[in-house]
Every structure is written in structure tokens, then in C-alpha cells.
């Protein structure tokens, strides 16, 4: 029985020993018999280290002798050492030999400029299509003469490609998973280095051949993984080596058996091959080559605990180099297995970068301003350094590197880390990726290093795991070419002054510059001019044109006096000074050459200001217009919904906006009141903002959004008048509600105008309009105190001052001076005021009405004021070669609909 239990107590132990050999991590020994035996995991990466290490001692040798032939290299070597010759091959330029006892033993060939330059610029465009593009936010296909796109191509998640092309607004790239399913798109894009996101697996592009022609796809060196070199008597490639790729078929002992779907376990099987447990880490990657049915996994992963997170391809057939990525945050082990029948073997690569992370010093890449739609912080670094005598990759262990980055003119780089020669800590190359300089540095802390030249597009960086301080490397802006620039342009000022609340009131006897981006903070400026207290001098606001700060606020002269401005948030400047002041108005930035003062690049700009009021700004020559938004909610009046108030130039309300359908209904009790937005009665049902196509949310979107069209559209429905009950200008609505008539409206603002279609639909019979107004001009005095034209395009236009049947010419006096009612459909007004002209000039047409076949349409202008006309869309009764008579008499769902326009001046004086 002792025996028995001794032979147990040994079994035991032996089994114990097994289970560390196989299940051990990478730094695990067992002593088994009085030796130290390696765990699996240790064993296989003391081999491919060793494999790694054999790369670097050879490449401690390349930057000695070379030798012109083999015979030469014995001769000057012993067994066991190295020695390189100038290869004859134009693809290689050294063959890395072995002296083995008198032997010379090829080792690994290192490829030539010209073959690294083929393999880091190889096109993968394919066939293009013409007269189609693609959607970056479905990925769907869309006819279009103006653009080719390319198909389907062929890529690995996280490598990194360049492309060539041009697109706007919501054409560019997308990607897609190995299914083909939309993943992600990338909006606007153009010439650049892009990343392809995890799980993509495909991509297509487009490009709009009005501005670019060119459309390529081209692999870039940013992922090692695109490079396939490989020596022919090597056991591991280069692509290996690099990234520690390991087939755990090869590396672990298998067992006869496959993975559950089910639960991750495991059921015998002669039929499959299944690994032991596999440390591995979050976003390992996984190349598989196999085959499994659709109860088999072909990947599992695990938690700590080894209970089941995730299975991948239970495909029921054979696949061939798979790409998986082991995303769950929870990730410690994977086991892999497959059919022994596949037709292509069964291979698991595992890429080592991730299962040994927690090795890597590296914590920090962050703030890269000039690249391309790539994340740094989740860019992955290379083992591996920079060599400084030619800018080459070479890879070690003890090294980390990050990919390519795509870099400009004017950048300054800041560098924390150890480089030494022969390792570059920070290389330069142009766009061809030839190298234009290299730098060397000991455990160096926030080194910076300015980028000025044209030629620089790209950087890499390295640094060594003995490095004192952790490796950091970081971009910004620096002012390399440029000075002081005078800010202040009279062209452009305005008399107004600035408020210590950063508003902005008119007055003559102060010049004011409107916002002004500051080009860099923190920074200083000059102000040279004069205020008078409660005035201020300098204004300084957030992006959101929210004020930060004051400057200038004591009475008295001021010449080049210096402001220093350090408040991180800050991003405009506004400044004003008295026309008294006894020198020029001036203030000064230090501006770089490649940057600009121009407040913003677009012709419309929206800028949110609560969720009941916005700005509109419609760039009008060289100055912007603002339209001002406004919600009103006065349920005394039944009245809620959007309109705007005003149309604004430097602070003085120039016109009102028009987007209403304002009228008066004939009928017993209501005659004599207006309704309509504004007025009262109307109540919207629903809006929608849109900026360039994408929707703008006043409740939510907080920030300024650029673009080339603001539109908008909404439907409201609008009640009948109580003329008993008071109100003034406003007007409450019958009790209880009757519905009057529905209102539709689409309205958009560019630089070249304000478009509105406006459309009214009838819900009561019999119902006749005392007055209907299609559109409205009401311009504001001043500045709006010049002369009124009508019709400036045709000045001969027949009107009918005095009776529907007779046409008369409509003369030089009446188009300038205007009868009081006329048969014209434009009007301009003009003005003058605080330095500028201005004109306001508004058209309507009538676009259709539901009586079309019956009626005829025309349109008759009432001049309220001097300053204020009706555009009244006049139905007539239709008659061949007559005018024809009011159309008086309207039923229900009887429609109305008129299109008109606003175009807007604004010139310097």
C-alpha cells in the first residue's frame, strides 16, 4: 500500500511538472530531476529571440567591412563569425554570410533602396469606375458623371495606406468588414496617410475628377506588416522577426480533439488538433489558416479564470489567413484548433507584440496635430530602432519605433527618450520616404526639434527600453516665418465700440475690428490707440465666441502697448479705439507666414447661441451678414415655433427676415387681424436645420459649423383669427381652435442669397383673403434711407395702378418712385450708413396653385411705407388674351404656393 501511495505522490508531482511545462508563462522554469526545464511558452520565445538576436549581431557587423566575394570574406574571418558582400542582385545590397568552419553559409540577404522604395510605395488600386462614387456614411455606391470610384479592395485591419484623390462633403473612403458590410467611412477625404480600422477588411474610394483625376490606393511602410521580404535559406521572415509572429501549431504540443462552440471546451477527436491554453493580452492579432464545421470554433478566448469570452470561425469550411483581433478587454487566453483534412494545413500565427506588452516602457504618443485621421495614442509601436547612417528599420528587442508619420513645414517635435549611434532617435523623410536628416540623443527630456523645411512629410521616432525617462514624442505648431501684423484694416472696421460684457453697441466716434482669430496662444500683442472708460480696448473670447477677457479698460492714450494673452480657451480677439486717438489705430499679432487672419473659411457660418436663438452668418463679398434666429413660444397666442427677427451687418439691423407666410382671412369674425409666425395663430409642427446636408440641432449642438448652405424646413399649422379679442399687433385665436390652413416652407441661405418655398394649404371652404403675403421686404431706416427701385431688371414691365383689365407702360418715375399698389414682382432698396452701402433687394414669382387649370397667376406689390412691401401672389381667373379677375373663393386643401429670393449688398465706402 505504501507502494501504491508513493507511486501516486510521484504521478502527482509529475503531472504538476507538466502542467507548469505547458501552461507556464514566458519567464517559467521547472526543476524536474534536478534540472531547470523551460515552460513551452519560455521555450518558444528563447528561440525566436535567439532568431532575433542573431539579426543583431549581424547587424552590429554591417557598418564594417564589406567584402566583394565570398572567398574574401573566409579569409579574413574564423569559424563562427560573420562577415557581409556587396550582393550582385539589384533587389539586395549585402548577403549576410556565416564563416562555419571554413565554410561560407548564406544567412539573410538585406534589400536594396530600390526594392524597399517597390515595396513601400506598391500601388493596389485596381480597376477604376467611371461615373460613380461612394458614400463615406453608408459606403454605398452612387451615379454620378462628376466622379470614379474604384472596387472592392483587399486589406488587413490597422495598415496603414496613401491615398490619392480628391472628394467634398459625404464622399471619400469607406470600409468594410470580410463580409463586405459597411464598417466606417471617411468623409472629405484627400491626398494623405490613412489607417484602416480594426475589423475592416476591404476598402473602396472615390474621388471627384472636376478637381483630381489621379485616384490610388498605395501601401505605405507605417505597418511593418506590409512587407514581405524574405531570405530564402531563413526560417522566419522579416515580417517575423519584426513582429514576433509565432504558428502555435509549430510552437505548442496538440492534442486530438476540437473546440465547442457551445463552451469553449474540449471533445476528443483524431479528426482535429487543438492547442493547449495561450497567454495572450487584449488586440493580440491572429492569422489563421484552417478548417472547422459550425458547432467547432477555430479561435476561442478566454478570461483569467479560462471560461469562455469569444469564439471565431466556425465557418463549416476551409479559410486561408484569416485576420482576427482579440478585442475583449478581458482577454488571457486563447487555444486554436482545426480539421487535420484542411485543404490549405492548418497555421495560427500570433502576433507576440500584444501577448509581451506588458514589457513595453512606451506609454505616450499623443497630440500629433498634422496627421491624417490616425489616433496616435492607439497607433502600435515596432520593436525595433532608426539606423542613423541611412534611416533604415532595423529590428531588436531592445528598441521600440513608431510607424511613418505624416508630418508639415512649421512643426516642432518634442522628443523624451535614448537614442545613441548608431540608432536614430528622430529621422526625417521627404514624400518619396528618402531620408533628409537623422538625430542621436542620451535620455533626453522634452527635446524640441524645428521642422523647417518644404520638404519633410514624414518622421519617425525610436527609442531604447533603457531609456532613463519614459519614451514621449509630440508635435506643435512654432512660428518660423512671420511677424507682426497689423491687424487692423480700415477698410474693415466699423463705428462701434465694445461693452466690458464683450457686446457691441454703434457709435461714429469709435473704430471696431470685428473677431479675429488668434493664430497662437499663449501670445503677446500691441494696441496702439485711445478708449474712454466704460470702453474697452481688447476683447478676448473662447471658440464659442463666449468673452474671457478684457484688456485696455483704464481712459487715456495708448502707443504699442503690450498685452499678454495666456488663457489656453482663447481663440478670438475683437479691439476698438476712439477716432480721436493721436495715433492710428493699431494692433499687432505675430502671425506666421502660412497661417491667416480670417475669422472663417466658409460662406455660411451657423453659430448656436441657447437652444432658442442662433446666428446664420451668409458671407456677402467680403464681409458677413448675420440672420437671427429666434424660437418664440406665446401660447396666449397659440403661437410657437422659428423665425427671424433680423438681418444684421456690425451690429445694426439692416432688415427683417422673412420666412412666414403672413395673411388675413375675410370671413365673419376674423377680418382685420393678421396671423402667421410673428403674429400669432401659428403653431409648427415640426423643423429641421441643415448645414451642408447634416442636421443642426439648436438643443444640442453647441458649437460654430461651417459650410456653404444653411436650409431648413418645417410644416405648421395655422389657426382662425378672434378679431374681438385685442392684442395689438398680435392675435389670439378662436376658441376652440379651428384649423385654418397648413404652412410649408423650404428656406436656404448661400453666399449668393436667400431662396424661400413657401407653399399654404386651405382647410376651410369658402374661404376668401383679405390680404396674402408671399413674401415681405421690410428694411430698416437707417441705414436703409436711399431710394426704392422696383423691377431694375425689366423697368418696362406693365403695372395696373388703378384697374385689373388695363396694362400700362410702367415708366422711369413710377420705377423708381413707385405707386402705391403695382403689378411688379422686385424690389430694391439702398443705403448708406457708418462707412458701408448697402442694398436689399427681394423678388417673388408663383410657382403653382391647385386651381392651375382655371386661374392664371401674377404678382401685385403693396407698398406699406417707405420702407416696407407686401409681395401679395394674386390667383386670377384665367381667360385667353384677357388679364383676367381675381380668383376670390378658395376650398379646402386648395393650395398656394410662391417662391421668392433676397440678395444682399454690403460694400466699404
Same mark, same amino acid.
Given at each position: 500500500?505504501?507502494?501504491?501511495?508513493?507511486?501516486?505522490?510521484?504521478?502527482?508531482?509529475?503531472?504538476?511538472?507538466?502542467?507548469?511545462?505547458?501552461?507556464?508563462?514566458?519567464?517559467?522554469?521547472?526543476?524536474?530531476?534536478?534540472?531547470?526545464?523551460?515552460?513551452?511558452?519560455?521555450?518558444?520565445?528563447?528561440?525566436?529571440?535567439?532568431?532575433?538576436?542573431?539579426?543583431?549581431?549581424?547587424?552590429?557587423?554591417?557598418?564594417?567591412?564589406?567584402?566583394?566575394?565570398?572567398?574574401?570574406?573566409?579569409?579574413?574571418?574564423?569559424?563562427?563569425?560573420?562577415?557581409?558582400?556587396?550582393?550582385?542582385?539589384?533587389?539586395?545590397?549585402?548577403?549576410?554570410?556565416?564563416?562555419?568552419?571554413?565554410?561560407?553559409?548564406?544567412?539573410?540577404s538585406y534589400p536594396s533602396v530600390y526594392a524597399i522604395?517597390?515595396?513601400?510605395?506598391?500601388?493596389?488600386?485596381?480597376?477604376?469606375?467611371?461615373?460613380?462614387?461612394?458614400?463615406?456614411?453608408?459606403?454605398?455606391?452612387?451615379?454620378?458623371?462628376?466622379?470614379?470610384?474604384?472596387?472592392?479592395?483587399?486589406?488587413?485591419?490597422?495598415?496603414?495606406?496613401?491615398?490619392?484623390?480628391?472628394?467634398?462633403?459625404?464622399?471619400?473612403?469607406?470600409?468594410?468588414?470580410?463580409?463586405?458590410?459597411?464598417?466606417?467611412?471617411?468623409?472629405?477625404?484627400?491626398?494623405?496617410?490613412?489607417?484602416?480600422?480594426?475589423?475592416?477588411?476591404?476598402?473602396?474610394?472615390?474621388?471627384?475628377?472636376?478637381?483630381?483625376?489621379?485616384?490610388?490606393?498605395? %501601401?505605405?511602410?507605417?505597418?511593418?506588416?506590409?512587407?514581405?521580404?524574405?531570405?530564402?535559406?531563413?526560417?522566419?521572415?522579416?515580417?517575423?522577426?519584426?513582429?514576433?509572429?509565432?504558428?502555435?501549431?509549430?510552437?505548442?504540443?496538440?492534442?486530438?480533439?476540437?473546440?465547442?462552440?457551445?463552451?469553449?471546451?474540449?471533445?476528443?477527436?483524431?479528426?482535429?488538433? /487543438?492547442?493547449?491554453?495561450?497567454?495572450?493580452?487584449?488586440?493580440?492579432?491572429?492569422?489563421?489558416?484552417?478548417?472547422?464545421?459550425?458547432?467547432?470554433?477555430?479561435?476561442?478566448?478566454?478570461?483569467?479564470?479560462?471560461?469562455?469570452?469569444?469564439?471565431?470561425?466556425?465557418?463549416?469550411?476551409?479559410?486561408?489567413?484569416?485576420?482576427?483581433?482579440?478585442?475583449?478587454?478581458?482577454?488571457?487566453?486563447?487555444?486554436?484548433?482545426?480539421?487535420?483534412?484542411?485543404?490549405?494545413?492548418?497555421?495560427?500565427?500570433?502576433?507576440?507584440?500584444?501577448?509581451?506588452?506588458?514589457?513595453?516602457?512606451?506609454?505616450?504618443?499623443?497630440?500629433?496635430?498634422?496627421?491624417?485621421?490616425?489616433?496616435?495614442?492607439?497607433?502600435?509601436?515596432?520593436?525595433?530602432?532608426?539606423?542613423?547612417?541611412?534611416?533604415?528599420?532595423?529590428?531588436?528587442?531592445?528598441?521600440?519605433?513608431?510607424?511613418?508619420?505624416?508630418?508639415?513645414?512649421?512643426?516642432?517635435?518634442?522628443?523624451?527618450?535614448?537614442? %545613441?549611434?548608431?540608432?536614430?532617435?528622430?529621422?526625417?523623410?521627404?514624400?518619396?520616404?528618402?531620408?533628409?536628416?537623422?538625430?542621436?540623443?542620451?535620455?533626453?527630456?522634452?527635446?524640441?526639434?524645428?521642422?523647417?523645411?518644404?520638404?519633410?512629410?514624414?518622421?519617425?521616432?525610436?527609442?531604447?527600453?533603457?531609456?532613463?525617462?519614459?519614451?514621449?514624442?509630440?508635435?506643435?505648431?512654432?512660428?518660423?516665418?512671420?511677424?507682426?501684423?497689423?491687424?487692423?484694416?480700415?477698410?474693415?472696421? *466699423?463705428?462701434?465700440?465694445?461693452?466690458?460684457?464683450?457686446?457691441?453697441? /454703434?457709435?461714429?466716434?469709435?473704430?471696431?475690428?470685428?473677431?479675429?482669430?488668434?493664430?497662437?496662444?499663449?501670445?503677446?500683442?500691441?494696441?496702439?490707440?485711445?478708449? /474712454?472708460?466704460?470702453?474697452?480696448?481688447?476683447?478676448?473670447?473662447?471658440?464659442?465666441?463666449?468673452?474671457?477677457?478684457?484688456?485696455?479698460?483704464?481712459?487715456?492714450?495708448?502707443?504699442?502697448?503690450?498685452?499678454?494673452?495666456?488663457?489656453?480657451?482663447?481663440?478670438?480677439?475683437?479691439a476698438c479705439s476712439s477716432v480721436n486717438s493721436p495715433?492710428?489705430?493699431?494692433?499687432?499679432?505675430?502671425?506666421?507666414?502660412?497661417?491667416?487672419?480670417?475669422?472663417?473659411?466658409?460662406?455660411?457660418v451657423v453659430r448656436p447661441v441657447s437652444a432658442t436663438?442662433?446666428?446664420?452668418?451668409?458671407?456677402?463679398?467680403?464681409?458677413?451678414?448675420?440672420?437671427?434666429?429666434?424660437?418664440?413660444?406665446?401660447?396666449?397666442?397659440?403661437?410657437?415655433?422659428?423665425?427671424?427677427?433680423?438681418?444684421?451687418?456690425?451690429?445694426?439691423?439692416?432688415?427683417?427676415?422673412?420666412?412666414?407666410?403672413?395673411?388675413?382671412?375675410? #370671413?365673419?369674425?376674423?377680418?382685420?387681424?393678421?396671423?402667421? %409666425?410673428?403674429?400669432?395663430?401659428?403653431?409648427?409642427?415640426?423643423?429641421?436645420?441643415?448645414?451642408?446636408?447634416?442636421?443642426?440641432?439648436?438643443?444640442?449642438?453647441?458649437?460654430?459649423?461651417?459650410?456653404? #448652405?444653411?436650409?431648413?424646413?418645417?410644416?405648421?399649422?395655422?389657426?382662425?383669427?378672434?378679431?374681438?379679442?385685442?392684442?395689438?399687433?398680435?392675435?389670439?385665436?378662436?376658441?376652440?381652435?379651428?384649423?385654418?390652413?397648413?404652412?410649408?416652407?423650404?428656406?436656404?441661405?448661400?453666399?449668393?442669397?436667400?431662396?424661400?418655398?413657401?407653399?399654404?394649404?386651405?382647410?376651410?371652404?369658402?374661404?376668401?383673403?383679405?390680404?396674402?403675403?408671399?413674401?415681405?421686404?421690410?428694411?430698416?431706416?437707417?441705414?436703409?434711407?436711399?431710394?426704392?427701385?422696383?423691377?431694375?431688371?425689366?423697368?418696362?414691365?406693365?403695372?395696373?395702378?388703378?384697374?385689373?383689365?388695363?396694362?400700362?407702360?410702367?415708366?422711369?418715375?413710377?420705377?423708381?418712385?413707385?405707386?402705391?399698389?403695382?403689378?411688379?414682382?422686385?424690389?430694391?432698396?439702398?443705403?448708406?450708413?457708418?462707412?458701408?452701402?448697402?442694398?436689399?433687394?427681394?423678388?417673388?414669382?408663383?410657382?403653382?396653385?391647385?386651381?392651375?387649370?382655371?386661374?392664371?397667376?401674377?404678382?401685385? *406689390?403693396?407698398?406699406?411705407?417707405?420702407?416696407?412691401?407686401?409681395?401679395?401672389?394674386?390667383?386670377?381667373?384665367?381667360?385667353?388674351?384677357?388679364?383676367?379677375?381675381?380668383?376670390?373663393?378658395?376650398?379646402?386643401?386648395?393650395?398656394?404656393?410662391?417662391?421668392?429670393?433676397?440678395?444682399?449688398?454690403?460694400?466699404?465706402?
Amino acid at each position: 500500500m505504501s507502494d501504491f501511495l508513493e507511486l501516486t505522490d510521484q504521478l502527482r508531482a509529475s503531472v504538476e511538472q507538466l502542467n507548469q511545462v505547458l501552461q507556464g508563462d514566458e519567464n517559467a522554469t521547472v526543476e524536474i530531476n534536478g534540472v531547470q526545464k523551460p515552460s513551452v511558452e519560455k521555450k518558444t520565445k528563447d528561440t525566436v529571440n535567439a532568431q532575433v538576436q542573431l539579426v543583431l549581431d549581424a547587424a552590429a557587423e554591417i557598418d564594417g567591412v564589406k567584402y566583394g566575394s565570398t572567398a574574401a570574406g573566409l579569409s579574413a574571418t574564423s569559424s563562427g563569425q560573420f562577415f557581409s558582400v556587396v550582393s550582385p542582385d539589384d533587389d539586395k545590397y549585402l548577403d549576410l554570410y556565416k564563416n562555419e568552419a571554413g565554410v561560407a553559409v548564406l544567412k539573410k540577404s538585406y534589400p536594396s533602396v530600390y526594392a524597399i522604395s517597390a515595396q513601400m510605395t506598391k500601388e493596389i488600386t485596381g480597376q477604376l469606375i467611371n461615373g460613380s462614387l461612394i458614400s463615406a456614411l453608408n459606403g454605398q455606391q452612387q451615379t454620378n458623371e462628376n466622379y470614379k470610384r474604384t472596387d472592392f479592395i483587399k486589406t488587413n485591419p490597422l495598415s496603414t495606406f496613401f491615398f490619392e484623390g480628391y472628394n467634398a462633403l459625404d464622399t471619400g473612403l469607406a470600409f468594410y468588414d470580410e463580409n463586405y458590410t459597411f464598417l466606417s467611412g471617411i468623409s472629405s477625404a484627400k491626398n494623405g496617410l490613412y489607417i484602416v480600422p480594426e475589423n475592416a477588411f476591404y476598402l473602396r474610394a472615390s474621388t471627384d475628377v472636376r478637381v483630381s483625376t489621379d485616384l490610388k490606393i498605395k %501601401i505605405t511602410p507605417t505597418n511593418i506588416r506590409n512587407l514581405e521580404l524574405e531570405g530564402e535559406s531563413v526560417e522566419l521572415s522579416l515580417k517575423s522577426l519584426v513582429l514576433n509572429e509565432i504558428d502555435v501549431f509549430l510552437s505548442h504540443p496538440l492534442f486530438n480533439g476540437f473546440i465547442k462552440v457551445s463552451d469553449g471546451g474540449i471533445t476528443p477527436s483524431d479528426a482535429y488538433r /487543438v492547442t493547449p491554453f495561450i497567454r495572450v493580452k487584449n488586440n493580440t492579432l491572429i492569422d489563421y489558416t484552417g478548417k472547422t464545421d459550425g458547432t467547432v470554433a477555430g479561435v476561442a478566448v478566454y478570461d483569467g479564470n479560462k471560461d469562455l469570452i469569444a469564439t471565431y470561425v466556425s465557418t463549416g469550411s476551409d479559410v486561408a489567413n484569416l485576420q482576427i483581433t482579440v478585442n475583449q478587454s478581458d482577454a488571457a487566453y486563447i487555444r486554436v484548433c482545426s480539421s487535420v483534412n484542411a485543404v490549405n494545413g492548418y497555421k495560427a500565427s500570433v502576433n507576440s507584440i500584444n501577448i509581451d506588452s506588458h514589457t513595453d516602457k512606451i506609454n505616450e504618443i499623443t497630440n500629433t496635430i498634422d496627421l491624417v485621421n490616425i489616433d496616435m495614442a492607439k497607433l502600435p509601436l515596432i520593436d525595433g530602432y532608426i539606423r542613423e547612417s541611412d534611416g533604415v528599420y532595423v529590428s531588436a528587442t531592445n528598441y521600440k519605433s513608431t510607424p511613418l508619420i505624416a508630418v508639415t513645414n512649421h512643426t516642432e517635435l518634442i522628443y523624451t527618450g535614448l537614442a %545613441i549611434s548608431p540608432t536614430s532617435g528622430v529621422t526625417l523623410y521627404d514624400k518619396d520616404l528618402n531620408v533628409l536628416s537623422t538625430q542621436t540623443f542620451t535620455n533626453v527630456v522634452d527635446e524640441r526639434i524645428e521642422i523647417n523645411s518644404p520638404n519633410v512629410a514624414y518622421v519617425r521616432a525610436c527609442c531604447a527600453l533603457t531609456s532613463t525617462n519614459e519614451f514621449s514624442f509630440k508635435t506643435s505648431k512654432y512660428n518660423t516665418k512671420g511677424g507682426l501684423t497689423n491687424i487692423v484694416d480700415e477698410g474693415k472696421t *466699423t463705428g462701434a465700440y465694445l461693452h466690458s460684457d464683450g457686446t457691441v453697441e /454703434v457709435g461714429p466716434q469709435y473704430s471696431l475690428i470685428d473677431f479675429i482669430p488668434l493664430p497662437k496662444v499663449p501670445t503677446a500683442v500691441k494696441y496702439t490707440g485711445r478708449i /474712454v472708460n466704460p470702453v474697452v480696448g481688447i476683447a478676448i473670447y473662447d471658440e464659442d465666441f463666449n468673452l474671457l477677457e478684457n484688456h485696455i479698460t483704464v481712459s487715456g492714450n495708448y502707443a504699442d502697448h503690450t498685452v499678454s494673452i495666456s488663457n489656453a480657451g482663447a481663440k478670438y480677439i475683437r479691439a476698438c479705439s476712439s477716432v480721436n486717438s493721436p495715433d492710428p489705430f493699431k494692433v499687432e499679432l505675430y502671425v506666421n507666414d502660412d497661417e491667416s487672419l480670417e475669422l472663417f473659411s466658409k460662406d455660411i457660418v451657423v453659430r448656436p447661441v441657447s437652444a432658442t436663438s442662433f446666428y446664420v452668418l451668409q458671407r456677402v463679398g467680403g464681409e458677413y451678414i448675420e440672420h437671427v434666429f429666434q424660437y418664440v413660444d406665446r401660447p396666449e397666442y397659440t403661437e410657437s415655433g422659428w423665425y427671424s427677427s433680423w438681418v444684421r451687418h456690425a451690429g445694426v439691423d439692416v432688415a427683417q427676415g422673412n420666412f412666414n407666410f403672413i395673411h388675413m382671412v375675410s #370671413r365673419a369674425g376674423e377680418s382685420g387681424k393678421y396671423v402667421g %409666425i410673428a403674429h400669432g395663430c401659428e403653431v409648427f409642427k415640426w423643423v429641421h436645420f441643415f448645414v451642408d446636408g447634416k442636421p443642426f440641432d439648436p438643443n444640442t449642438d453647441k458649437r460654430v459649423i461651417e459650410g456653404d #448652405r444653411f436650409h431648413f424646413e418645417f410644416m405648421a399649422d395655422i389657426y382662425a383669427a378672434d378679431a374681438s379679442l385685442g392684442g395689438g399687433e398680435f392675435t389670439y385665436a378662436k376658441e376652440p381652435l379651428e384649423l385654418s390652413s397648413i404652412h410649408y416652407m423650404r428656406c436656404e441661405i448661400t453666399k449668393y442669397g436667400v431662396r424661400r418655398y413657401n407653399k399654404l394649404i386651405v382647410k376651410r371652404d369658402n374661404t376668401v383673403f383679405n390680404q396674402l403675403m408671399g413674401a415681405m421686404q421690410q428694411t430698416n431706416q437707417p441705414p436703409m434711407n436711399g431710394i426704392l427701385i422696383y423691377n431694375a431688371d425689366e423697368p418696362f414691365r406693365v403695372h395696373f395702378p388703378t384697374s385689373n383689365d388695363v396694362a400700362e407702360p410702367y415708366t422711369e418715375t413710377d420705377r423708381i418712385a413707385a405707386s402705391a399698389n403695382a403689378g411688379i414682382d422686385m424690389v430694391k432698396a439702398t443705403g448708406s450708413y457708418n462707412g458701408f452701402d448697402y442694398t436689399v433687394e427681394t423678388k417673388m414669382w408663383n410657382a403653382d396653385n391647385s386651381k392651375r387649370k382655371d386661374v392664371g397667376l401674377r404678382s401685385w *406689390t403693396e407698398r406699406i411705407s417707405s420702407n416696407k412691401m407686401y409681395f401679395i401672389p394674386e390667383i386670377v381667373e384665367y381667360t385667353e388674351g384677357v388679364i383676367g379677375r381675381p380668383a376670390t373663393i378658395f376650398n379646402t386643401d386648395d393650395i398656394i404656393e410662391c417662391h421668392s429670393e433676397t440678395k444682399y449688398g454690403v460694400s466699404k465706402i
